[in-house]
């Protein structure tokens, strides 16, 4: 009898026992850097935060805790780490911190970008997705779209007529936001020129830069009613541009709709529809923010790598000819790519998922949050932990691909993996509820401008392939450090219509 409490007690006190020792682990954040103290791990970071974060997780596992001032960041640095964040616990990660600088923006809890994922955020993607996942209602508009390229391709050919050099980045910029406007509102808001700083390219850059800047009021609130970097004020004047222009357009389309004269059929008028069988929830507030929201999160993005990959097929001339001889194939008559044959050309769309790859538009994802305490896997991480997915450590790791810092294009040709969000190691567009609600229109963009430099036009280089500089600039997105100037020297000339 006494033999057999003794082996019970000893059950009992071990099986505590081991509870405790996991109970106690399972408490544990994940392991980080030691940092110092009040600024935590900020001078490991560096000016690419991506690349410093990837080199410390190698030392500090695919789950890192890392902190800077009084905020707490879990970086997941492995495909596996971000499926368990993005996939597993979705809904606990799906939360955002405001940057200081949004705070500027007039509605900015309407802000889709940076809301936490709840009911007012699930109305506003619905809203989007009445529209931008709708391939009939993107094709609806692919005549304005060829418009822009078509005033894109006058401008190329008058620059190669005069061997002027240009800016492909900012070409790009420029074409990407005439792309979103005659997208949201059927109408240009910039020209190709670059001397040409207009409203609608100032807003955005600035407003790009500083909410993409470091903000040391992000990290010690305490500091945010005095707005040391000026950050909030020079966000504060780009957001109310934003917000006169976007009024303007939705008055202007309030009183066409009156009128009774043909609908556009553009987001705007999709989602003043919705607002109209949503009154209560989707008002005009909504679709003001909602458009500042596309028009940063939509263009710079899909400029950035129309830069990156004229940059890859300018120093590799086989993929270039390989490209315009898809290309070929699906130009009409009249001389023009046809935007709804695009879609199918195999290595063109190789080489846009190779770009965004190697040269992954947000390294870090947009930052999302923990909105409660969530088990990730063996940690326990509490509620308000900022969550850093370094998608661009993935997209370069050996581990999953072969060679992954050089570009080849055929490697998407030889397996299945798609930038939908299923593959964790490729992520660009994010995965699970957040992730990007513009892949279909980012697609057709960049594809269109991209198939266009390439099919209607030889490039020259001011200088050898070889000294082609491929740095990149950390911000909200990656850019280049230098940027791509080419002189374009025409091959074809489409027909007017
Ligand atoms: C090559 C082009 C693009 C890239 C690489 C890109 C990438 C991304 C990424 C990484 C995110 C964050 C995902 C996350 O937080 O997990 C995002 C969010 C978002 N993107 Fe894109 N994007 C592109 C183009 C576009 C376009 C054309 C639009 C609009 C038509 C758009 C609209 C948005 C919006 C509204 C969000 C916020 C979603 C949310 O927080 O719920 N993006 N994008």
């Known amino acids: 009898m006494e033999l057999l409490f003794l082996v019970l007690s000893s059950i009992i006190f071990f099986f505590f026992l081991l509870h405790g020792i996991n109970h106690h682990r399972s408490q544990k954040m994940p392991p980080g850097p030691a940092g110092l103290p009040i600024i935590g791990n900020l001078l490991d970071l560096g000016p690419k935060p991506h690349e410093s974060l990837a080199k410390l997780s190698k030392k500090h596992g695919p789950l890192m805790t890392i902190r800077l001032g009084s905020i707490t960041s879990v970086v997941a640095s492995t495909p596996d780490a971000a499926r368990e964040i993005l996939q597993r616990n979705d809904e606990a990660c799906s939360g955002r911190i405001i940057p200081d600088a949004v705070t500027a923006l007039a509605n900015h809890d309407m802000a889709v970008l940076w809301i936490p994922a709840n009911d007012d955020w699930r109305t506003i993607r619905k809203a989007l997705n009445t529209y931008l996942t709708h391939q009939h209602k993107l094709d609806t508009l692919r005549d304005l779209r060829q418009n822009v390229v078509e005033g894109m391709l006058d401008f190329l050919n008058e620059s190669g007529q005069k061997k002027a050099h240009v800016d ?59 707005d040391p970097q000026n950050i909030r004020r020079q966000a504060k004047a780009a957001y109310d541009w934003f917000d006169n222009v976007t009024e303007r357009f939705i008055c202007e389309r309030l009183k ?77 008559e009249d001389g023009k790519i046809q935007e709804a044959k695009i879609l199918d050309l195999p290595y063109l769309h190789a080489v846009i998922k190779e770009t965004m790859r190697l040269h992954l538009s947000v390294p870090l994802l947009v930052p999302h949050k923990t909105e409660t305490e969530v088990k990730l896997d063996e940690y326990v991480v509490p509620r308000n932990t900022q969550i850093l997915v370094n998608a661009w450590a993935m997209a370069r790791d050996p581990r999953y691909w072969e060679k992954p810092l050089v570009f080849k294009p055929e490697r998407f ?59 990149d600039i950390f911000g909200l997105t990656l850019i280049r450090a230098t940027p791509l100037v080419a002189t374009p020297i025409p091959v074809t000339q489409v027909r007017k219509a």
């Open 168 to 226: 492909i980045g900012k070409l790009a910029f420029a074409v990407a936001l005439n792309q979103m406007s005659n997208t949201c509102v059927s109408q240009n808001v910039t020209s190709y020129e670059s001397d040409d700083i207009g409203g609608f390219k100032t807003a955005v850059k600035t407003l790009m830069e500083v909410d993409g800047k470091f903000n040391i009021a992000d990290i010690f609130p305490v500091l945010k009613p005095l």
């Open 413 to 471: 040709l030889e397996n299945e993996i798609d930038y939908k969000g299923q593959h964790f190691e490729f992520i660009p567009f994010g995965s699970g509820r957040r992730m990007c609600p513009g892949i279909p229109l980012a697609y057709r963009v960049v594809s269109l401008m991209v198939a266009s430099f390439v099919y209607h036009y030889n490039w020259e280089l001011p200088h050898a392939r070889e000294e082609m500089d491929m740095n």
């Open 256 to 332: 066409h709709r009156e009128s009774k004269l043909p609908r556009f059929g553009d987001m705007l008028d999709s989602l003043l529809d919705y607002s109209e069988a949503n009154e209560e929830d989707f008002n005009f507030k909504h679709i003001k923010t909602l458009l500042v929201d596309l028009f940063l999160a939509g263009t710079e993005t899909s400029s950035n790598t129309t830069e990156w990959a004229m940059t890859e097929l300018l120093l590799n001339p086989e993929m270039f000819s390989r490209v315009r001889e898809e290309v070929s194939t699906i130009v009409g």
